[in-house]
C-alpha cells in the first residue's frame, strides 16, 4: 500500500504572530507540521506499519518546509517531494491541489492522508480539490480508518453517532482529531533522517502558469482591545447602578 | 461574634458552616489537623492585622492558608483561626520596562504569567500545582520545581516583601530592586517561614522574558550510572532549562493510572525529560554524544508547543497517580547531585534487608539533586513504622550531605527530624521565630 501524506508547515500554536505592511512576519515564528496533518502522517505510517508499503510526504512551501519533511522522515515517512515555490503564501487552495495533482501525475498512491485543515488557514480546501482533480473519493473527519487491498473504511462522527463510509480505492481521507496520538521523532530516525534525500521539484516547471483563482489582497491584524473601565466609588448601590446604566446607555446590552 | 473580628471586611465563619470548609483546613499531606473556630477570608492587609490583634489579645492559634498544595502539613489548621488569603488576589502594579509585578499574596501562581505573557514575561517558577497555589505560600515555602536550573527557587524571584509579623507590625522588608546590600535581609528570613513569622501580605517579583525557542527531549537510560554523566552534558548547554527524571516504576504507574501511553517500544531503567532553550539543531549534537558514549539508549523529541506539553504530562502528573489508590510514604529530599547515583544505589540496596518487600519509587528534579522518594505500601505493609522508615531515610540523607526538606517545608511532618539532626540549627531558629512571634500564635 503506498500512501500519500500530504502536510503543511504551519507556525507553532504558541507563535507570536506578527502582522505588519499586510504581511505576516516571519522573523522568529518556529515552524511545524499542522497538528491535524501530523495525526494523518501518524495514520499513515501505522498502516504502513500493519500492511508494508511507502509513505511519501508532500509539502509546497520555500526551502524551509524541508524541516518538516525531515520530521515527518523521522517520525517513519519513506519518502519527501517538495514543491519549491518562495512566494507561496500567495497561492490559493486551487493551485496547490493542482500542483500536487500534477506532481503526483504517474504516481502509484491508493491512499492520500491530510489533516482536516490547516491550523494556520483553516481552510480545509486542498484535499477536496485534490479529489476532484484526480477524480477520487474524499472521506472528511476520519476518527478511525481501516484500509486493505481493495477498499477503506472510515468511520466519522455523525450527529448523534457514527458514520461509517465505505470507498474503493484511490481514496483522500482528512483525519480529525483523535484518529490516533502522533508519535514523537526520535532521535534514532532524526539521524537516519539527514542522510534522505528530499525530492524537490519548482512549482514554476510544473506548467500550471498562474493557477491561483483568489488573490490575497494582504493580512491585517485583529484591533487591539479597548481598554477595561473601573468603577470607582465606595457605594457597592451606586458603583451597581453606574455599571447598569454604562451597559444600557453606553453599550446597549441590556 | 468576637469583636474585633467583626469589623472585618471580608468574610468570617464560625459555627456548624464552617463544616463546609473543611478543604480549608489542611493541605494534600493527609497529616492531622483541628477544625478552628473561625475562618477568616481577609480582604485587605488590614483585616490581617485585625485577625494578629485579635489572636494575640485571645490567645489563639494562627494558621495561614494559600492553595493547599503542600505536603508537610505547614498549612493545617491547629484551632483557633484561619486565615485564607484567596480573596488577596490582586495585582497592584506592573512596571512592564522592568520586569518585575507587585501582587497581592493570595493570587495563583499561574495567573501571574497568564497577566504578563502579554508583555513577553512570565513568573519562573513552575511545578505540578501552580494551577492552584498561591503566591504567598510559594513564598513562605521557597517553592522550588522544575525550572529551578534556570531561575533558581522562589527566593531568586522576591524583591522586597509587606508582611503582617506575628506580633502584629505591618513590616516591609526593602526596596523592590534586584541589589540591596542593606544588612541583614529580613525578606529572606520571612521566604521560607512556613507562616511562622508572619503573614505575607504583599510582594514585589522579578518576571523573566518567555523562553524564545523551547526544545524538549525525552531520553531512555538502561542503568543508574548513567544519570550523573548525563547531566553534565546537558548541562553543558549553558541553556539548559529542565532536567527532570523518574524511574521504570513510576513509568508503569503513569500509564496504568493516568492512562499516558508508553513512549518507547520497549521498558527503561530511568526517563530524563530535558528542555533547553535552543533550536533543536544545536540540541542534536549533545544527545548524538550522548547516544555514541551509550548514556542513552534512545531519546523522543517535542518540537511543537503541543508535544511538549504532552510529554511535560508524564513528569507533572507522577505525583497523583502514585497517591491513586496507594498508601504512600514521601519523602522530598535534596543531595548534591554529583552524589545522587550513589545515594539512589545505596537506598535500593539496603532496602531488601530493612524492609524485603518496600517498593520504592524514584522521580524528581535531576539537574538540582532533589528527589522524591516514594514508598508505595500494599495491605501487609500498613504495620511499617512510618518513624523508623524516617529514621532509616534521613540517616541515609544526612550522610551523603543532603537536605531533608528540597522544597516541601519542614511543617509538622519533618520540624522533630530537623531538630535532632540539627540541634543548634533549629536552636537558632526558633530564636527569631520569638523576636516575630513572641506569643507563639503562629506556631
Known amino acids: ?254 | 461574634m468576637a469583636h474585633l473580628l467583626a469589623q472585618i471586611e471580608g468574610a468570617v465563619i464560625t459555627g456548624q458552616e464552617l463544616y463546609d470548609y473543611e478543604a480549608y483546613f489542611h493541605d494534600k499531606s493527609g497529616l492531622s489537623y483541628t477544625i478552628p473556630e473561625y475562618l477568616v477570608f481577609a480582604h485587605s492587609r488590614s483585616d490581617i492585622e485585625k485577625v494578629v490583634e485579635f489572636c494575640m489579645e485571645k490567645k489563639k492559634k494562627l494558621s495561614v492558608v494559600g492553595g493547599r498544595t503542600g505536603y508537610s502539613g505547614a498549612a493545617n489548621a491547629r484551632g483557633g483561626v484561619v486565615v485564607s488569603l484567596e480573596k488577596m488576589n490582586r495585582v497592584l502594579d506592573f512596571f512592564k520596562e522592568d520586569a518585575i509585578i507587585h501582587v497581592e499574596a493570595g493570587i495563583i501562581t499561574d495567573a501571574i504569567t497568564e497577566l504578563s505573557a502579554g508583555e513577553g514575561l512570565m513568573y519562573p517558577v513552575k511545578f505540578a500545582a501552580t494551577g492552584s497555589s498561591q503566591i504567598g505560600g510559594n513564598i513562605a515555602t521557597n517553592a522550588g520545581g522544575v525550572h529551578v536550573l534556570r531561575y533558581g527557587t522562589t527566593r531568586a524571584q522576591v524583591l522586597s516583601l509587606e508582611v503582617v509579623t506575628g506580633r502584629g507590625d505591618v513590616l516591609n522588608t526593602g526596596s523592590a530592586v534586584l541589589k540591596d546590600a542593606s544588612g541583614l535581609s529580613l525578606k529572606d528570613l520571612f521566604i521560607g517561614s512556613e507562616g511562622r513569622l508572619g503573614i505575607i501580605t504583599r510582594a514585589y517579583l522579578r518576571l523573566v522574558p518567555i523562553p524564545r525557542s523551547l526544545v524538549c527531549v525525552l531520553c531512555a537510560l538502561s542503568c543508574l550510572a548513567a544519570l550523573a554523566p548525563l547531566a553534565k552534558l546537558a548541562r553543558q548547554k549553558a541553556s539548559l532549562h529542565a532536567l527532570e527524571f523518574w524511574d521504570l516504576a513510576c513509568q508503569k504507574i503513569l500509564e496504568k493510572k493516568s492512562s499516558l501511553r508508553p513512549l518507547f517500544n520497549r521498558d527503561f531503567a530511568y526517563y530524563v525529560l530535558i528542555e533547553w532553550e535552543a533550536e533543536s539543531q544545536e540540541v542534536q549534537s549533545v544527545l548524538e554524544e550522548a547516544l555514541s558514549c551509550s548514556l542513552i539508549e534512545d531519546a523522543l523529541y517535542a518540537e511543537t508547543a503541543l508535544a511538549r506539553k504532552e510529554l511535560w504530562k508524564y513528569r507533572e502528573r507522577i505525583s497523583e497517580s502514585l497517591s491513586h489508590g496507594n498508601k504512600v510514604f514521601k519523602y522530598d529530599i535534596s543531595i548534591p547531585p554529583f552524589r545522587l547515583s550513589d545515594f539512589l544505589r545505596n537506598l535500593q540496596r539496603n532496602a531488601p534487608e530493612i524492609y524485603p518487600t518496600l517498593n520504592m519509587v524514584v522521580f524528581g528534579h535531576l539537574g538540582d539533586g532533589n528527589v522524591h522518594l516514594n514508598f508505595l505500601l500494599d495491605e501487609k505493609e500498613k504495620a511499617i513504622e512510618h518513624n523508623s522508615l524516617d529514621l532509616w531515610v534521613y540517616e541515609q540523607v544526612i550522610a551523603a550531605g543532603g537536605s531533608l526538606s528540597a522544597e516541601h517545608g519542614l511543617g509538622q511532618l519533618k520540624r522533630s527530624w530537623y531538630a535532632k539532626f540539627f540541634p543548634q540549627n533549629f536552636h537558632f531558629q526558633q530564636q527569631v521565630e520569638s523576636i516575630f512571634d513572641p506569643h507563639g500564635i503562629l506556631r
Open chain 1, 1 to 254: 500500500m503506498n500512501i500519500l501524506v500530504l502536510i503543511k508547515q504551519v507556525p507553532d500554536t504558541e507563535a507570536k504572530i506578527v502582522v505588519s505592511g499586510g504581511k505576516v512576519q516571519e522573523a522568529g515564528i518556529k515552524w511545524i507540521i499542522s497538528p491535524y496533518d501530523e495525526i494523518a502522517l501518524e495514520e499513515a505510517i501505522r498502516i504502513k506499519e500493519k500492511t508494508g508499503g511507502t509513505v511519501t510526504a508532500i509539502s509546497v512551501g520555500d526551502d524551509l518546509v524541508q524541516q518538516s519533511i525531515r520530521t515527518a522522515y523521522a517520525m517513519g515517512a519513506d519518502h519527501g517531494i517538495h514543491i519549491k515555490h518562495d512566494q507561496y503564501q500567495m497561492l490559493d487552495a486551487f493551485a496547490i491541489a493542482s500542483a500536487i495533482a500534477k506532481a503526483i501525475e504517474g504516481r502509484d498512491f491508493q491512499v492520500v492522508l491530510a489533516g482536516r485543515q490547516g491550523s494556520d488557514s483553516d481552510n480545509g480546501q486542498v484535499p477536496l480539490i485534490l479529489g476532484t482533480l484526480k477524480g477520487w473519493g474524499v472521506v472528511s473527519f476520519a476518527k478511525k480508518v481501516e484500509i486493505d487491498s481493495q477498499k477503506a473504511t472510515v468511520h466519522v462522527e455523525a450527529e448523534g453517532g457514527e458514520a461509517i463510509y465505505e470507498s474503493t480505492l484511490p481514496v483522500i481521507i482528512t483525519a480529525n482529531a483523535g484518529l490516533n496520538e502522533p508519535r514523537y521523532p526520535s532521535l534514532k530516525g532524526i539521524m537516519a533522517s539527514k542522510k534522505k534525500p528530499i525530492e524537490v521539484i519548482n512549482f514554476a516547471d510544473l506548467g500550471l502558469g498562474t493557477v491561483s483563482r483568489i488573490e490575497i489582497l494582504g493580512f491585517e491584524p485583529p484591533p487591539p482591545r479597548p481598554q477595561g473601565r473601573f468603577i470607582d466609588g465606595a457605594d457597592p448601590a451606586a458603583k451597581a447602578k453606574e455599571l447598569a446604566r454604562a451597559l444600557r446607555e453606553e453599550i446597549k446590552v441590556i
